[in-house]
């Protein structure tokens, strides 16, 4: 299974990037995707996850309504359109599939399988 993260970069306070997640590897629409993110110094936390078929959507409090997370099962891709963005948000951003079987489902890393290597980005003030 691989999961390859990219669309990372420096942007300025108050810009976009949309980070894409590619899977392979893996039965992709049977898997709930997440995604989190790991700021220097800080612990890795959850940023916004889906399932697979059902559209419900689960997200950070600190990234509501500003980042908002989307997957094209027949491209095997899931998506992170972040807006307003914020110096808080650099991080690096990494993206997670899960069974969703655990209780730990959505939030927890518990739950999710595999995992990508990350993508870096960097919000200049």
């Known amino acids: 299974v691989q999961l390859q993260a990219s669309g990372g970069g420096l942007v300025q306070a108050g810009g976009s990037l949309r980070l894409s997640c590619a899977a392979s590897?893996?039965?992709?629409?049977?898997?709930?995707m997440g995604w989190f993110r790991q700021a220097p110094g800080k612990e890795r936390e959850f940023v916004a996850a889906m399932r697979w078929s059902v559209l419900v959507t689960y997200y950070a409090d600190s990234v509501k309504g500003r980042i908002t997370i989307s997957r094209d099962n027949a491209k095997n891709t899931v998506y992170l359109q972040m807006n307003s963005l914020k110096p808080e948000d650099t991080a690096v951003y990494y993206c997670a599939a899960s069974t969703a079987a655990s209780s730990a489902w959505p939030r927890g890393q518990f739950a999710y399988d595999f995992w990508g290597q990350g993508t870096l980005v960097t919000v200049s003030s």
């Open positions: 590897g893996l039965t992709f629409s049977t898997y709930g």
